[in-house]
C-alpha cells in the first residue's frame, strides 16, 4: 500500500462546474497536508496547505482535512480550462525531520 | 516568490559522459531535495540533504551522487550517463526546524542521454 494514495485520473470536469480531488494517507501520524499543481513540462507549485481538521478555503480553491478518515481533497470551484493539470497531494510527519510524501498525482482536464 | 534555480535548463549528452547538474537556492533553507521525474509519471525522491555536510540517499535508486559543501548549493552528479538517466530532475528546498513547511522547486533539468 502506498503511504499516499490518489486516483491517477484523468478527471474531466465542465468549465465552470466543481472539481473534486481525493487523497488519503496511510500514516496517522502525520500533521501537515499539501496540494500542489504541476504543468505538463512545468515544476509542481504550492497551491494550498492545511493542518487542522475542516476546511480551508482560498480563492477558488478549498482544500477538506478529515484526520479520522485519513482523508484529504481539494475542491476547485468554477473551474477554468487554466486549471487543467496533474494535482499532487503531498503529506508530511509530525517531526521536523521528515520528508514530505508525495502521492502519485490526478490528472484533471477542464473541458470548454 | 522562492528562489531557487537550476542549470542547465536542457541538456543533451553521450553515453558515457560525466554530468552535474546544479542546483542553488537564495532562501537560506537547510533542507534541499532532488527527484527524478518521467513525462506523466510521479516523482521519485533521489537524494536529499537536511544541512551542510548531510547527504541521504532517497526512494530510488539512484547511480548519482550529490554533496553539499554550502547551505545553499546542492550539485547532483552522474560519473557516468547512460540513457537510462534520461530525465527530469527536479531540486526542491525546504526551511527547517518545523514539520509545516512546504517544499520550493526549482525550473528543472531535462536531461537526455542518447
Known amino acids: 500500500q502506498k503511504e499516499v494514495e490518489q486516483n491517477s485520473g484523468p478527471l474531466s470536469v465542465p468549465e465552470g462546474a466543481i472539481a473534486s480531488l481525493n487523497c488519503t494517507y496511510s500514516d496517522r501520524g502525520s500533521q501537515s497536508f499539501f496540494w500542489y499543481r504541476q504543468y505538463s513540462g512545468k515544476s509542481p507549485e504550492l497551491i494550498m496547505f492545511?493542518?487542522?481538521?475542516g476546511d480551508k478555503e482560498d480563492g477558488r480553491f478549498t482544500a477538506q482535512l478529515n484526520k479520522a478518515s485519513q482523508y484529504v481533497s481539494l475542491l476547485i470551484r468554477d473551474s477554468q480550462p487554466s486549471d487543467s493539470a496533474t494535482y499532487l497531494c503531498a503529506v508530511k510527519k509530525g517531526s521536523s525531520a521528515s520528508k514530505i510524501i508525495f502521492g502519485s498525482g490526478t490528472r484533471l482536464s477542464i473541458r470548454p | 516568490e522562492a528562489d531557487i534555480y537550476q542549470t542547465p535548463r536542457y541538456l543533451v549528452i553521450g553515453t558515457g559522459k560525466k554530468i552535474t547538474l546544479e542546483c542553488s537556492q537564495t532562501?537560506?533553507?537547510?533542507?534541499m531535495y532532488w527527484y527524478q521525474q518521467d513525462p506523466g509519471m510521479e516523482l521519485h525522491l533521489i537524494h536529499y540533504?537536511?544541512?551542510?555536510?548531510?547527504?541521504e540517499k532517497g526512494d530510488l535508486s539512484s547511480e548519482s551522487t550529490v554533496s553539499r559543501i554550502r547551505t545553499e548549493h546542492f550539485p547532483l552528479t552522474l560519473e557516468s550517463a547512460r540513457p537510462s538517466h534520461t530525465s527530469q530532475y527536479l531540486c526542491a528546498s525546504e526551511k527547517g526546524k518545523s514539520s509545516y513547511n512546504e517544499q520550493f522547486f526549482g525550473p528543472g533539468t531535462r536531461l537526455t542521454v542518447l
Open positions: 532562501m537560506g533553507h537547510d533542507k
Open positions: 492545511i493542518y487542522s481538521n
Open positions: 540533504s537536511y544541512g551542510v555536510n548531510s547527504t
